[in-house]
């Protein structure tokens, strides 16, 4: 049995387990999160996040991340976000700008730092995609909905009911539509003129929050005309302000990143 050293982190609620595979290597981390995501017989989490050496002098670091139940995400915004505040705060790095080598390309993080403690990262999220050639029209009797690829696909639909997100991603992840499946967001434009959001992410389920459908949902607002390029989406854990900037057509979104706590878990090597 070999002990591996974990860090909780949250961001809006959003929590993952990280892990530095450049001390720590996992030789099957699908079987890692299924095992350590659980909430009643492992650590507890969305899934597992792990933080290594970029392999091409264009990134700093890496990220890979896995869903609770095993499967490989392409990007998380809420977990980048926590990535740049463990690497600073654990002394990793000096830097307050990073280059992060993800599945959908490398992330720039911006790190927010006052007093050695990084209060908020600004994620330079790239250009949204709006179109999916595999997509087909939903009916369901559910509100026409918007697809936006923020690196991982995500379908918004804007209803008053956003607490209907269990049972329309449930059916809706899985949708033909969806080939690789998608993550599913109800929206609702509240009268302060903030986007009360709930998310339903493949692999995960209902989730506090996600970045990039904070993203993909800022996005969604904006090309069908109800709100403007500057958003605030409040999730179940917290609020991310989303800025979609005209003059590069990229996404920025900012928000916390919160330690829960540090531990060690044995993991069972054959």
Known sequence: ?????????????????????????????????????????????????LIGASPIPEADYSMRIFNADGSEAMMCGNASRCIGKYLYERGLTIQTQIRLLTKSGIKTLNLHVRDGVVESVTVDMGAPQLENPEQFVISRGLDQGTFVSMGNPHYVIFTDNVDQVGETGRVLEHHPAFPQRCNIELARIEDDGSIRTRVWERGSGITQA?????????????????????????????????????????????????????????????
């Open 210 to 270: 996600c970045g990039t459908g904070a993203c993909a949902t800022a996005v969604a607002a904006f090309v069908t005309g109800r709100a403007g390029r500057k958003s605030q989406i409040v999730m179940d854990g917290g609020t991310l302000s989303i800025e979609w900037r005209e003059s590069d057509n990229h996404v920025y979104m900012t928000g916390p990143a919160t330690f829960v706590f540090d531990g060690e878990i044995e993991l069972q090597t054959t």
């Open 1 to 49: 049995m070999t002990k591996i050293h974990f860090t909780k982190m949250h961001g809006c609620g959003n929590d993952y387990i990280y892990v530095n595979v450049m001390q720590y290597p996992i030789a099957d981390p699908v079987h890692a999160s299924i095992l350590w995501s659980d909430r009643h017989k492992g650590i507890g989490s969305d899934g597992l996040v």
